[in-house]
């Protein structure tokens, strides 16, 4: 089994609490997930400050455009202080390699991640926008178009791992959202796996947040989850 990374998604709605969560799990974790929400609330400046405090950011904004666009999107995000961006790779074959190719020259250490079919869409939402193929055949067929455009990553639930692992796990890093430790509230997640079976199953980062935050003893839930991905090592 290979090294599995615990990510904290910085889901809240301010930077107070989100700095005293931060202040609670000193040293316990390295990664940190910035989204939409508190990005386009507080921009850069959020993302330095988390920067300066030493951990590493997955900036998951899903970047999803022209190829031009994205291509200078992914220039001037590479000036932050950032490890991981998502782009949607439905945005095709041309967009990924664009940004592949502007990240290469500026930032080759960014890591890039696609975004396949978002787990909100099922196969009648899919159909309404002209895929007639299911969510996991077009599942398949994204990923596919990801590790063809260069892109080194992939976001994907742990039920997707099972036929993706095995697929592109030599040319493709995955990102594992929809974790629960065993006992957890699965929220509205649908679909769960606990973080141990995530990693079993290929995953290389997962992805946590309400579990951690809204944890009586956060810093115990982290602990917790990293002594189980610490077990798949050995
Ligand atoms: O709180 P929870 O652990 O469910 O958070 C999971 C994080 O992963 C959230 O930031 C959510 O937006 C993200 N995510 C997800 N499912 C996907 C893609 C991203 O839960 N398919």
New binding site residues.
């Given amino acids: 089994m290979q090294p599995c990374k615990l990510i904290l998604?910085l889901?809240l709605s301010s930077r107070q609490s989100a700095r005293h969560l931060l202040g609670q799990l000193d040293g316990e974790l390295r990664w940190v997930?910035v989204?939409l929400q508190m990005f386009t609330a507080h921009g850069p400046e959020w993302v330095r400050e988390i920067a300066e405090l030493g951990y590493r950011i997955f900036l998951?904004l899903k970047l999803h455009d022209i190829p031009h666009t994205v291509a200078k999107s992914v220039q001037s995000l590479c000036h932050l202080p950032i490890d991981m961006l998502t782009l949607h790779s439905s945005g095709g074959e041309e967009m990924l390699a664009a940004a592949e190719k502007a990240k290469r020259e500026l930032n080759p250490d960014l890591l890039l991640l696609g975004?396949t079919v978002?787990?909100?869409m099922n196969a009648a939402q899919l159909n309404r926008i002209g895929v007639g193929n299911t969510p996991e055949e077009q599942v398949a067929n994204l990923a596919a178009l990801t590790r063809d455009a260069g892109i080194g990553g992939l976001?994907c639930?742990g039920r997707d791992l099972v036929s993706l692992a095995p697929r592109f796990g030599r040319s493709l890093q995955f990102v594992t959202?929809?974790?629960?430790p065993a006992g957890s509230s699965a929220?509205?997640?649908k679909r769960v796996v606990t973080p141990r079976r995530a990693a079993e199953l290929g995953s290389h980062y997962i992805?946590?947040?309400?579990?951690?935050?809204q944890a009586h003893y956060p810093r115990g839930v982290v602990r917790t989850i990293n002594r189980e991905l610490a077990l798949g090592d050995s």
Avoid: C, F, N
Wanted: charge should be neutral; glycine fraction near 12%; proline fraction near 8%.
């Fill in positions: 998604a889901d997930k989204g998951d975004v978002l787990t909100s976001v639930s959202p929809g974790i629960r929220h509205d997640q992805v946590v947040g309400r579990p951690i935050h």
